[in-house]
């Protein structure tokens, strides 16, 4: 059983992750978050919105999931959002064509069906699960159609992502910013996505959670106001020029700015606020690199695009997070299927004389030839040049269509005229989250089997722990322990409270403190059932930060015992208080030796 399996058997055993629909058989590509994956899910996403709409300033908004098709033929999915599809030809099961052959060739996901085709049938790949041949690989649109309203209804599609509806929202967005760049907007939320083969748990779902910004910036300027908070942070980067060599470096995002290895401060700035979000949340910083995309897989519209990357058991290197200069492509894209323009109007600071090119239509003469189309002409006369315009008959297209526009009806002339400023359509920076694969990373990363004996000798504890004398248990008696390091940041119960004995002395004091530390909005939970070291170890599984236990010297002096899980160590600390010392613990980083009288080292 390898360390992916395990994570798992204890998601299911403690109630963060279940497959889907399991009454009826299950459907891959679907998981259920239980009781502790929702809460520790949630616990990312809150962590989330703290960096980016606390912390950055950009405000969240909620878009529909299921967007009409004329979203979606601008973004480019309808035409090109597809993965190359290879079906057995004997047990009919469908595989993505590229990972066939990723373990043959680099880069396998850049070539053609036709080109990975004839990679299958010259190095005689067979079907992994019944050894059949593979028919021809072909296109597989990846998103999920529906039909908007009743009958033949109108076409929809189930979002791919969702930053669509930022870029949708873009004039809401800009007025609402009162047209001041930078600004951004975040979103959180479900997208869709008909996976052709999704075998690898919650890294490759069909139906995902994303948090994604959209930061829309000038592009004449992508120095950061607030640079200098991380530019002197250190990064493991595998950029283009390392990826030839196979060795990632390190180096901080000033030296990556200057060296041009990543475009500019704003992008720099990103990969590090990510880089700050993962490690918060739990992703061992060994295990986590920023990796450029390659010149053959980078987007035709970006300037730049890295992946958060971490290092898995079973998989490899997963991207979690993607962080791309998208230019203006998105708002271009929108404009021109919406015939909608979608810029910033942005005022100079001193106002300058300018030539142009003017071109004027004769609306009243436009408009009794060419009536419900003559706005349309005069915006396509607008877009000519001045050769084109000094034609005696001008060819314009409208709607496919083409027309003649006599030159009597449109004027031009170069003019010199004062400006205050000019429109500009943004470029955007776009952080975009995948929580899901984050979750699992999160996961792994936090698990760990110990030898208890050595790891109670390490951390230097005596003997048996005070809670469980009546039990006879000592950390050290047990063989090994299961322990799931989760941050406190994101820990689904952050305080267990344990009765020494399920007796009314007891827990009515236990209840009490419940009451106290839901009051510094702590997630708790009360436990009462079995010997006091399973309580430990069950805490311990489910990743419980701190377990404060109640016995008998409660009653006496009112002090307690507040376990922590990583060292094992423990302190008596005074009821009185308690909650406050707790939340400290959590939230501010206070040393646990500080927090009371150490009892067992």
């Known amino acids: 059983m390898d360390k992916y399996e395990k994570v798992f058997e204890l998601a299911k055993r403690r109630g963060f992750l279940w497959n889907s629909f399991e009454l009826y058989g299950g459907s891959r590509g679907f998981y259920d978050y239980g009781p502790l994956g929702s809460t520790l899910k949630r616990r990312i996403e809150q962590t989330w919105r703290e960096f980016y709409v606390i912390q950055e300033g950009f405000m969240e908004i909620e878009c529909p999931t299921i967007g009409i098709e004329e979203v979606f033929i601008a973004s480019g999915h309808v035409g090109g959002f597809s993965d190359p599809l290879c079906e057995c030809m004997n047990c009919k099961e469908a595989f993505r064509a590229d990972h066939l052959v990723e373990d043959i060739m680099e880069a396998a996901g850049t070539l053609s069906a036709e080109d990975l085709t004839k990679v299958i049938k010259e190095n005689g790949i067979r079907c992994p699960e019944c050894g059949g041949e593979f028919g021809e690989a072909y296109e597989f649109n990846l998103m999920f159609k529906t039909t908007i309203g009743p009958g033949t209804g109108r076409q929809g599609y189930l979002r791919p992502e969702t930053a669509q509806g930022m870029f949708v929202d873009f004039q809401r967005l800009s007025r609402f910013y009162r047209d001041k760049l930078p600004f951004g907007a975040v979103q959180i939320g479900k997208s869709y996505r008909n996976e052709i083969a999704p075998r690898q748990g919650v890294i490759r779902l069909r139906e995902f959670t994303q948090a994604e910004c959209e930061i829309f910036v000038d592009p004449r300027n992508k120095k950061h106001p607030n640079f200098e908070r991380f530019a002197d942070r250190e990064l493991v980067l595998y950029s283009q020029e390392a990826q030839q060599k196979g060795e990632s470096f390190r180096m901080t995002v000033r030296e990556a700015v200057d060296a041009g290895v990543i475009a500019h401060e704003v992008l720099g700035y990103n990969i590090a606020l990510t880089n700050e979000f993962l490690t918060k949340v739990g992703i061992d910083p060994s295990k986590l690199r920023f990796r450029q995309h390659l010149k053959d897989e980078m987007a035709h519209y970006a300037i730049d695009c890295w992946d958060a990357e971490i290092e898995t058991d079973r998989f490899g290197w997963v991207e979690i997070v993607g962080i791309a200069d998208r230019t203006d492509y998105d708002l271009k894209a929108h404009a021109r299927v919406s015939k909608t323009e979608l810029y910033v109007y942005v005022e100079y600071d001193e106002p300058k004389m300018v030539t142009r090119f003017v071109v004027k239509p004769n609306m009243g003469k436009l408009g009794p030839i060419f009536k419900g189309k003559a706005k349309a002409v005069a915006d396509a006369l607008k877009q000519l040049s001045e050769e084109e315009l000094s034609k005696d008959d001008i060819k314009v297209t409208v709607d496919g269509e083409e027309l003649t526009v006599s030159s009597d009806a449109v004027d031009f002339a170069e003019e010199t005229v004062k400006v205050s400023g000019e429109n500009v359509i943004p470029h955007v ?120 236990t109640v016995d008998y010297d409660t009653l006496e002096d009112g002090t307690v015992t507040i376990r922590d899980r990583d060292s094992m160590r423990q302190i008596r600390a005074p009821v009185k208080g308690i909650e406050n010392v707790l939340y400290e613990l959590i939230y501010r980083g206070r040393a646990f030796e500080s927090a009371g009288k150490p009892f067992n080292f």
């Open 429 to 548: 920076i776009e952080p975009s989250y995948g929580i899901d694969r984050i979750f699992y990373g999160i996961m792994e990363h936090a698990y760990e089997e110990e030898n208890v004996a050595q790891k109670a000798a390490e951390s230097g504890l005596k003997g048996t722990e005070e809670a469980g004398k009546d039990e006879g248990e000592a950390e050290g008696e047990e063989e090994a322990r299961l322990v799931m390091h989760l941050s406190s940041a994101v820990a689904p119960i952050q305080v267990a409270v344990l009765p020494l004995l399920t007796r009314k002395e007891l827990a009515d004091p236990a209840k009490d403190i419940i009451i106290r530390l839901r009051e510094k909005a702590l997630l708790v939970h009360y436990d009462d059932s079995g010997t006091i070291g399973r309580r430990y170890r069950r805490n311990d599984e489910i990743g419980t930060p701190y377990c404060v």
